[in-house]
């Protein structure tokens, strides 16, 4: 029996969106010490100059910056078009931009908190998938690793489109499977509960405190654990392909169904 290392296989560009926030500074790092070359993409322009210069200097690998808002499709396209020739050949696309905004039950919920979620979850994600498909399809080679989230196999309270969201990105991963035999192209979908990050923060549009409680008194996961799994599925040999990882930290578990009860 012959036993395969681990990294037998080592992505060599991979394009990360949401580079900026906890989840993606930690896949940007775990890909830079592996030698991969970086595409960022950012918002914020000095936030992704930033990240970019300590990739540069931390790991020597080339990193190529872009900055565009998700819901700008045609910013999205001409960034994604436009890549330089040493950065065009994606082979790892990471889909991890994504958001979740507010916890008010349904009914008394922000509608563009909907909307925007919707755009940026799910909107954005398929738009990038559709711009980087054809090369990889062309090339016979290439990766999508889309981060999901328990939230969208488990509903909650005041989870409503956001887990609605999540439940999209899990099918369309299987679906795209189905559409890709044959082409060698691999897709996963990286399903995190509950991890320390500013997303509580994000979700509570700033509240420190609301966000802090989420976290307090527990044992947390954290984004460098998240990378570990988008790690490990990202290295496997080609012939090896993760359909989800649903990952949460030991100190979550469910719930039971509630019921309604008349007095
Ligand atoms: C994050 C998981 O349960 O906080 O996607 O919505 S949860």
Redesign the pocket.
């Known amino acids: 029996m012959t036993y395969e290392k681990p990294y037998s296989y080592v992505p060599q560009i991979v394009l990360i969106t949401g580079a900026t926030g906890d989840f993606g500074r930690a896949f940007a790092e775990r890909f830079a010490a592996l030698g991969s070359r970086i595409i960022l993409v950012g918002r914020s322009a000095d936030k992704v100059s930033k990240l970019a210069e300590a990739l540069v200097k931390t790991y020597s690998v080339p990193v190529h910056a872009c900055v565009f808002d998700m819901t700008d499709k045609q910013a999205m396209a001409e960034a994604i078009n436009g890549l330089p020739q040493d950065f065009a050949s994606v082979d790892l696309l990471i889909n991890n931009a994504g958001l979740?905004l507010g916890l008010d039950p349904a009914p008394s919920c922000d509608l563009e908190d909907w909307e925007t979620m919707i755009a940026v979850n799910n909107t954005a994600l398929v738009q990038m998938t559709r711009l980087v498909l054809p090369g990889m399809a062309a090339r016979k080679r290439g990766h999508i690793i889309n981060i999901?989230?328990?939230?969208g196999t488990?509903p909650?309270p005041g989870?409503n489109v956001?887990?609605a969201t999540?439940a999209f990105v899990k099918q369309f991963s299987l679906s795209l499977r189905s559409d890709l035999k044959g082409t060698k192209i691999r897709v996963s979908n990286i399903?995190?509960?509950?991890?320390e990050t500013q997303?509580?923060q994000v979700?509570f549009k700033g509240d420190a405190e609301k966000a802090r409680q989420?976290y307090e008194n527990t044992e947390n996961l954290g984004a460098e654990d998240v990378a570990e799994a988008v790690v490990w599925c990202a290295t496997l040999p080609p012939k090896f392909n993760v359909n989800r990882i649903e990952l949460?930290p030991t100190t979550?578990s469910f719930g039971s169904l509630v019921v309604e009860r008349f007095d």
């Open positions: 979740a999901g989230s328990t939230a488990y909650y989870g956001y887990c999540k399903e995190p509960g509950m991890i997303f509580s979700r989420v949460m979550q």
